[in-house]
């Protein structure tokens, strides 16, 4: 069974990094791209960017280039911000791209709360 | 890209059928067969329900059905249910390899 098991809430103060994983279990993680979904509060999904892991290779929204960065070994990915503004509190969702799709994400984590607030 | 075009909301009474449009560009939509629809009930993660406009995954209902013309795809829902009150998001491929999604449609089951 595909799953992917997202790290747990986080609570930041402004300024702070962030690192949070995705761990993908019931497939080869590393031939499947996996994507990173934003949902601020009370809003819609924002498709942040993909990664595959077996090479690294990552494709970034241009709303979010430079604003994060999107990594992978060979069970997890993840998510990283050097310095947190109170704007990137939402729920950060990884999904995989679905190998006989395209860009269409067929198996969701359960989703990482980031909450960022002094 | 700017997000896809959806409705905000649409209602309908249990048994009967309700569609909601997502409206793009030729560089997205209309450019490609590569539309998807996902289902989230609140507190919950997405959920896939349509694939390349109109594939339907398995375990999906058949009472889920996907159509495009134009740059405007559109997921149909019969026979509602309770149980299809969520919000539903439509995603595009686009012609800068990124995907966009639509901003969303809160389904009511009266």
């Known amino acids: 069974e595909v799953q992917l098991v997202q790290s747990g809430a986080e609570v930041k103060k402004p300024g702070e990094s962030l690192k949070i994983s995705c761990k993908g279990s019931g497939y080869t993680f590393s031939s499947h791209w996996i994507g990173w979904v934003r949902q601020m509060p009370g809003k819609g999904l924002e498709w942040m960017g993909i990664i595959f892991p077996g090479d690294s290779e990552t494709k970034y929204s241009p709303s979010f280039q430079g604003q994060v960065t999107i990594s992978a070994d060979r069970s997890s990915s993840y998510l990283q911000w050097r310095s947190l503004t109170a704007s990137d509190t939402a729920i950060y969702y990884c999904?995989?791209?679905?190998?006989?799709?395209?860009?269409?994400?067929?198996?969701w984590g359960q989703g990482t709360l980031v909450t960022v607030s002094s | 890209h700017s997000a896809l075009t959806q409705p905000a909301s649409v209602s309908g009474s249990p048994g009967q059928s309700i569609t909601i449009s997502c409206t793009g560009t030729?560089?997205?939509?209309?450019?490609?067969?590569?539309v998807a629809w996902y289902q989230q009930h609140p507190g919950k993660a997405p959920k896939l329900m349509i694939y390349d406009v109109s594939n339907r995954p398995s375990g999906v209902s058949g009472r889920f059905s996907g159509s495009k013309s134009g740059n405007t795809a559109s997921l149909t829902i019969s026979g509602l249910q309770a149980e299809d009150e969520a919000d539903y998001y439509c995603?595009?491929?686009?012609?800068?390899?990124?995907?966009?999604f639509g901003g969303g449609t809160k389904l009511t089951v009266l």
């Open positions: 995603s595009s491929y686009t012609s800068s390899s990124t995907v966009v």
């Open positions: 030729s560089s997205d939509v209309g450019g490609y067969n590569y």
């Open positions: 999904a995989r791209v679905s190998p006989v799709m395209v860009m269409q994400f067929d198996y």
